[in-house]
Each structure stands twice: as structure tokens, then as C-alpha cells.
Nanobody, 124 residues
């Protein structure tokens, strides 16, 4: 199983930026698909962006296109989520997911590995 460690969360004001990092402990880098999700209390986990670690092919949900960018640094087995123009509604616990086993990339149930999450708080 892929072990994931997220970092980079914090508190920012509206319009600010944050970059989240997710480092994978795996010997299967290049064979796994990784993604970022977020969750707020009482709501389902929401997909944001995903990346194929072999091709660096990226996918986004429409709601974050143009504001969030997913990227990777293969030498460090790390995936990033650059978040710009943050809004209060972006406040959530952000999770890194890896090793998509089934279903569509935006479905949380298909991932085998999850990080513990990193909190992002955006104040107005």
C-alpha cells in the first residue's frame, strides 16, 4: 500500500494562495494515479484534481479549473496542488489519494491509499 504524507495547509485570507504537497512512499511511482480531494463536515469527499504519475497527465473538476494546478516532482515522488485566489468556500480538510483501483478518477471509493489530510482555512 502506498503511504502518503500531506503538508502545506494553513490559514490565508481571501485571494491568497497555498501550495499543498503529498509525498508518496512507494516503489510504484509511475504506475499509480494520484489525486487531491477535500471534505467539509457533513459533506462527501469532493475530487479536485488528479494526475497520472507516468505521463503527468492532469485532470480537474470544473469548479477549480483556472485556480488550482496539480503537478508532480517525480524525483521526490511528490504531487503538489497549487491553489490560487482562494475563497472562504475553499475551507476544508484536503486529502491526497493514490492508487486508483476502480471507477472514475473523481470517485473517492476507487482509491486504495489516503493521507491523513491537511487543513486549509480561508478567511474573508
Amino acid at each position: 500500500q502506498v503511504r502518503l504524507m500531506e503538508s502545506g495547509g494553513g490559514s490565508v485570507q481571501t485571494g491568497g494562495s497555498l501550495r499543498l504537497s503529498c509525498t508518496a512512499s512507494t516503489d510504484r511511482w509511475g504506475d499509480i494515479f494520484m489525486a487531491w480531494f477535500r471534505q467539509t463536515p457533513g459533506k462527501q469527499r469532493e475530487a479536485l484534481a488528479g494526475i497520472n504519475t507516468r505521463l503527468a497527465l492532469t485532470l480537474y473538476v470544473d469548479s477549480v479549473k483556472g485556480r488550482f494546478t496539480i503537478s508532480q516532482e517525480s524525483a521526490k515522488k511528490t504531487v503538489y496542488l497549487q491553489m490560487n485566489d482562494l475563497k472562504p468556500e475553499d475551507t476544508a480538510l484536503y486529502y491526497c489519494a493514490a492508487d486508483l483501483q476502480s471507477g472514475f478518477w473523481y470517485g473517492s471509493a476507487g482509491y486504495r491509499s489516503w493521507g491523513h489530510g491537511t487543513q486549509v482555512t480561508v478567511s474573508s
